[in-house]
């Protein structure tokens, strides 16, 4: 499937989103090998994300804001793996998912070696904005979600 022409598709997420509820991100961060105590900062932390269009019709900017993170990255869906501002290698991918209406931003994240760290999914589900994430750790894998509501 052609990713540009769902474009269109990607204003369900644009706009200002407030964090409703983490689900297992505790694990993904022990997984990122964040201290004790940045983990409860980040696990307390109020978090908005908020997505503009940019003037390439092929990329987003999000903007997150957070009392434990704040940055802004752009999000180019061309197929390639781009380094973000925490020097990780991303590639964004625009697809439907299996009900035709929903967009999928897939992130796949890749460090210095290629290895692939983790698979992110970013979806509009019932006026939701719901990130998912997916990592191995040896045989066994795992998932974390955050759950955001638009804010009025």
Known sequence: ???YNNYDKLDNFLGNWIL???KN???FLKFYEYSWFSMKAALLANVELI???????NSIERTVN???????ELYTFDQQFHLNP??????????TDTSGNSIIQSVILKNDNNLIIWHE?????NDKLIITRY????NSKYDCQQIFKKKS
Request: no cysteine.
């Open 20 to 22: 409703e509820t983490n």
């Open 135 to 138: 990592w191995n750790v040896g």
């Open 51 to 57: 997505f503009k269009k940019t003037e390439n019709k």
């Open 121 to 125: 999914e970013a979806k509009i589900l």
């Open 25 to 27: 991100l505790e694990e």
């Open 86 to 95: 925490e020097n990780l290698k991303k590639k964004h991918i625009l697809k």
């Open 1 to 3: 499937m052609d990713q």
């Open 66 to 72: 957070s009392t434990f993170l704040k940055g802004t």
